[in-house]
């Protein structure tokens, strides 16, 4: 079972950048479809950005333009670019591992845009 760490979460001002990393251990990082989903106070868990094993992209509305989704098979890592952040982009975010058979969550980073 694949086992995922997430980092980079914290306290930004609105416009300002972060750099979410979520390294897999545990199985073929190659394999999965990686996923960053977020939930924010009282709201459900929401896609924000996917990138299968093959390199497609693809963004939920709100973020498109200013996050960016990234993976380097070889660091068994995916990465968030988020750019031009804004307060409603608060909450926690969440890195997914999926293929057959599998659905892994990782333990969540926060992130506060606020000034």
């Known amino acids: 079972q694949v086992q995922l760490v997430e980092s980079g979460g914290g306290l930004v001002q609105p416009g300002g950048s972060l750099r979410l990393s979520c390294t897999a251990s545990?199985?073929?990082?190659?394999?999965?479809?990686m996923g960053w989903f977020r939930q924010a106070p009282g709201r459900q868990r929401e896609l924000v950005a996917l990138?299968?094993?093959?390199?497609?992209?693809n963004y939920a509305d709100s973020v498109k333009g200013r996050f960016t989704i990234s993976r380097d098979n070889a660091k068994n890592t995916v990465y968030l670019q988020m750019n031009s952040l804004k307060p409603e982009d608060t909450a926690v975010y969440y890195c997914?591992?999926?293929?057959?058979?599998?659905?892994?969550w990782g333990q969540g980073t926060l992130v506060t845009v606020s000034s």
């Open positions: 990138i299968t094993s093959g390199g497609s992209t």
């Open positions: 997914n591992a999926r293929t057959i058979g599998t659905n892994a």
């Open positions: 545990g199985s073929i990082f190659s394999l999965y479809d």
